[in-house]
């Protein structure tokens, strides 16, 4: 059974920080890009950032570039969003994303609010 466990959410002030963790399971985490994504009330999911499955190539939405990092623990199975200098505009519930081919696994999301 696949899994993708987020976790990290929270609510936070203006230019803190939040790490947000994803634990996969059922699947060959290796195989697999990770992604994370955010939906803001009223807004279409954004792709905030990607990691490769092998190697460490990453990429970021423009809006989140230098604030936020991505990375992976393949012995842990996890994923993770370092979130930096946090701002008003970040708040959405992120979600984690596995994706190889077609092949797509989702999480529940977690939420993250910025706000003082």
């Known amino acids: 059974q696949v899994q993708l466990m987020e976790s990290g959410g929270g609510l936070v002030q203006p230019g803190g920080s939040l790490r947000l963790s994803c634990a996969a399971s059922?699947?060959?985490?290796?195989?697999?890009?990770m992604r994370w994504y955010r939906q803001a009330p009223g807004k279409e999911r954004e792709l905030v950032a990607t990691i490769a499955s092998i190697g460490r190539s990453t990429n970021y939405a423009d809006s989140v570039k230098g604030r936020f990092t991505i990375s992976r623990d393949n012995a842990k199975n996890t994923v993770y969003l370092q979130m930096n200098s946090l701002k008003p505009e970040d708040t959405a519930v992120y979600y984690c994303?596995?994706?190889?081919?077609?092949?797509?696994?989702w999480g529940q999301g977690t939420q993250v609010t910025v706000s003082s």
């Open positions: 059922g699947f060959t985490f290796t195989s697999y890009a």
């Open positions: 994303n596995a994706v190889r081919y077609t092949t797509n696994y």
